[in-house]
């Protein structure tokens, strides 16, 4: 089986940026509240923006990073629970918008916020069977059209944004090793879908979220390493779902992974579901954190249940 690899990474967020002394505006909450409970300082609302948008404007960053023409891209996923139309799917859209090739496959993937990892398996395994050896994978949410607003317990949580990965398929790689599982749950969390007799906003037990989350980390953690004969130590980077700065830290300390070796964009940006993870990895790539040769082990949990992991390298 032939591997993937990053060749290239792309993000855009919406401008409006919206802080928690906005949110304690409108809900029974505070900045302390907040901040010391999530991590969370503020978070990006699409105002004029749309999710076609944002996708098209990450997935455009991404292929000029990656220095790939549309045209060579071999299949095209989309990892999100909140596109502008459910036909057509935001990938087709995007197919249009970037003038990707029409004989390729191009769909959503719905694993919420572990999505950007499902979907990466899913390229890898699709390029293994294709002529083409690029692919683009995205992660877009824009959760804020759907947050209950009188619910304080999540509307301080999510924010809005996209990012991308152009990958490259190559004979001799080695997987990405995705370790990935589900747990049929809607009590837990639940994003409401077309259905009637149900109000169409997210609804969320967070403590139990919490607590699966503590463990679903170091499941994927301890399973990638495995698969893939790594040890912590021979990671260079660990990129974690930001879904809550607390759920990091413990993950971290459990490791003992130095403070070098992992990063939080959760501060800014709020949880924003399957655009979370590529969102870390491409602002790393832009500071020069991680760059060819990097080795990234990820892990996301979310709704679904739903949580993965995998070990990453950069082209
Ligand atoms: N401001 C002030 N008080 C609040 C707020 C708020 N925004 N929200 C809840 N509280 C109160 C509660 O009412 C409760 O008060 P009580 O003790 O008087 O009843 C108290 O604070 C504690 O509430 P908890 O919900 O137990 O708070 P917790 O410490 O668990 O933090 C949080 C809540 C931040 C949601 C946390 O549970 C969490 O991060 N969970 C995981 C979320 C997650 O990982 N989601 C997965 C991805 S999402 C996706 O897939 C779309």
Same mark, same amino acid.
């Given at each position: 089986m032939k591997g993937i690899k990053i060749k290239g990474t792309g993000r855009c967020v919406p401008e409006k940026t919206v802080t928690n002394a906005d949110l304690a505006a409108i809900v029974d909450t505070s900045d302390a509240w907040i901040t010391s409970r999530t991590g969370i300082h503020r978070r990006r609302h699409c105002r004029g923006e749309t999710h076609t948008s944002l996708c098209a404007g990450a997935a455009r960053?991404? @292929?000029?990073?990656? $220095?790939? =023409? =549309?045209?060579?891209?071999?299949? #095209?996923? !989309?990892?999100?629970?909140?596109?502008?139309? &459910? !036909? =057509?799917?935001?990938? #087709?859209?995007l197919q249009r918008e970037l003038g990707l090739p029409q004989d390729i496959p191009c769909f959503d993937l719905n694993a919420a916020c572990t999505g950007f990892l499902f979907a990466l398996h899913t390229m890898e395994c699709l390029l293994n069977a294709s002529p083409r050896k690029f692919g683009l994978v995205v992660?877009?949410?824009? &959760?804020?059209?759907?947050? %209950?607003?009188?619910? /304080?317990?999540? #509307?301080? @949580?999510?924010?809005d944004g996209a990012a991308a990965a152009v990958v490259e398929c190559r004979e001799g790689w080695s997987s990405i090793g995705a370790e990935l599982g589900c747990h049929g749950d809607d009590r837990l969390l639940r994003v409401p879908g !077309?259905?009637? $007799?149900? /109000?169409? &906003?997210?609804?969320?037990?967070?403590?139990r979220v919490f607590k699966f989350a503590v463990e679903a980390v170091p499941w994927c953690i301890d399973r990638v390493l495995a698969r893939t004969g790594r040890t912590v130590e021979d990671v260079?980077?660990? !990129?974690?779902?930001?879904? %809550?700065? /607390?759920?990091?830290? &413990?993950?971290?300390?459990?490791? /003992?992974? =130095?403070?070098s070796k992992y990063y939080k964009n959760i501060g800014e940006y709020g949880n924003t579901s399957a655009a979370s993870i590529p969102l870390v990895l491409s602002e790393l790539a832009d500071l020069g954190r991680v760059g060819p040769g990097s080795l990234v082990l990820t892990v996301g949990f979310g709704g679904g249940l739903t949580w993965g992991g995998a070990m990453l390298e950069f082209a």
């Open positions: 960053a991404a @292929l000029k990073k990656a $220095g790939v =023409p =549309p045209e060579e891209i071999g299949a #095209c996923i !989309v990892a999100t629970v909140t596109a502008d139309t &459910l !036909v =057509p799917s935001a990938a #087709c859209t992660g877009a949410d824009t &959760l804020s059209r759907i947050t %209950n607003w009188e619910d /304080r317990g999540t #509307c301080i @949580l999510f924010g !077309v259905e009637t $007799g149900h /109000r169409s &906003l997210i609804s969320m037990e967070g403590t260079d980077f660990f !990129v974690f779902h930001q879904a %809550n700065a /607390r759920i990091i830290d &413990l993950a971290a300390r459990k490791y /003992r992974i =130095p403070q």
